[in-house]
């Protein structure tokens, strides 16, 4: 599962058994709230979740910003509530790979998606 945090809407996407095909799932408002990570929490069980990357938003330069640094306390509160392993990921260019094919209602949980794809490509390029 991938998680691309915003403190208002968090997009989610789920891939295939396999690992291979990202899907968007949706949006969690207010994911950072106790409501917010139940139903994550949820979405975890209901989808079989083995791992949970959460988007690390990274300036152009590599550098971390606000919005990183609060993606890294969510992915925080998010280890401390989930029963599966929680990794950032850089997601630079999701958001906007995601507004070329996306609505702006489906937006957050299509970054999830590009996310997903981008972290599943890299782990099955890395060596084992």
Same mark, same amino acid.
């Given at each position: 599962?991938?998680? @691309?945090?915003? +403190?208002?809407?968090?997009?989610?996407?789920?891939?295939?058994?396999?690992?291979?095909?990202?899907?968007?799932?949706?949006?969690?408002?207010?994911?950072?709230?106790?409501?917010?990570?139940?139903?994550?929490?949820?979405?975890?069980?209901?989808? @079989?979740?083995?791992?949970?990357?959460?988007?690390?938003?990274?300036?152009?330069?590599?550098?971390?910003?606000?919005?990183?640094?609060? +993606?890294?306390?969510?992915?925080?509160?998010?280890?401390?509530?989930?029963?599966?392993?929680?990794?950032?990921?850089?997601?630079?260019?999701?958001? @906007?790979?995601?507004?070329?094919?996306? +609505? @702006?209602?489906?937006?957050?949980?299509?970054?999830?998606?590009?996310?997903?794809?981008?972290?599943?490509?890299?782990? +099955?390029?890395?060596?084992?």
């Amino acid at each position: 599962m991938a998680l @691309d945090y915003g +403190s208002t809407r968090t997009g989610v996407a789920v891939s295939d058994p396999t690992g291979t095909i990202a899907r968007p799932l949706g949006v969690v408002e207010r994911a950072h709230t106790e409501t917010g990570l139940a139903e994550l929490q949820g979405l975890v069980a209901s989808e @079989d979740v083995e791992k949970v990357v959460v988007g690390l938003p990274l300036t152009l330069r590599g550098e971390r910003g606000e919005q990183a640094r609060a +993606s890294e306390e969510f992915a925080k509160r998010l280890r401390k509530t989930l029963s599966v392993p929680v990794v950032l990921f850089d997601e630079r260019f999701t958001t @906007d790979l995601a507004q070329q094919t996306a +609505s @702006d209602t489906e937006l957050d949980a299509r970054a999830a998606a590009h996310l997903l794809s981008s972290f599943l490509a890299w782990s +099955s390029a890395a060596p084992a």
